[in-house]
Every structure is written in structure tokens, then in C-alpha cells.
Nanobody, 121 residues
């Protein structure tokens, strides 16, 4: 069964940068959309960034101009470059793939376990 593994989280001071990575634990046939979500304590999970199979991107307003999502289709990985971090960016960040594990299977969502990002003021 496909699981996603995030890495790159940690503790950083306000104004600093982090780069998150996400990869599937096993080979996956195709990935249509890759997304990053985050969930802060006491808040609902929020969609942060999206990238389609052709590279179109979309961001929540609060991170526009600071975060950049990218993908490596050959490696089937996605990245989230986070610059000018703010304390309000503190959250657990989750990656999400919408795709097919095998060619004969229908597309579905796959999720990672999350990585903690903490931004100190």
C-alpha cells in the first residue's frame, strides 16, 4: 500500500526558510495532483499549495509570494520551499497525492503522516 513520507520540517526563526519533501514509499503508476496541507493546533486542516501534472500551481493567499511548490515527475516527489516564515506558519504539514497506484486501479488520495514546522518569533 502506498504511503507518503514527508521530511524537512523543524524549528526555525521567523524570517527563515525550510524545504519540505514528500515521496511515495513504493512505486506509484501516476500522480495527477500533488498538494500540501497544514494543520495548526485547534484549527482545521488547510490547503496550502497545489501543483498539477502539467505544473500549474495555486496557493492560499497567506503564503503567496513566500512559498513555492514544485514536483519531480521522474522521482514522483513534491517539494515545498518556504521562505520568510512567520510564527503563524507553525503547523503540521501534510503532503497529498491524487493518483493511481497501478494502471488498473482508479485514482484516489494518498496521505503522509505529517512533518512538524515550528517558527519562533
Amino acid at each position: 500500500q502506498v504511503q507518503l513520507v514527508e521530511s524537512g520540517g523543524g524549528l526555525v526563526q521567523a524570517g527563515g526558510s525550510l524545504r519540505l519533501s514528500c515521496a511515495a514509499s513504493v512505486s506509484i503508476f501516476s500522480i495527477n495532483v500533488m498538494r500540501w496541507y497544514r494543520q495548526a493546533p485547534g484549527k482545521q486542516r488547510e490547503l496550502v499549495a497545489t501543483i498539477t501534472s502539467v505544473g500549474s500551481t495555486n496557493y492560499v493567499d497567506s503564503v503567496k509570494g513566500r512559498f513555492a511548490i514544485s514536483r519531480d515527475n521522474a522521482k514522483k516527489m513534491t517539494y515545498l520551499q518556504m521562505n520568510s516564515l512567520k510564527p503563524e506558519d507553525t503547523a503540521v504539514y501534510y503532503c497529498n497525492f491524487f493518483g493511481q497506484e497501478k494502471w488498473m486501479m482508479g485514482p484516489r488520495d494518498y496521505w503522509g503522516q505529517g512533518t512538524q514546522v515550528t517558527v519562533s518569533s
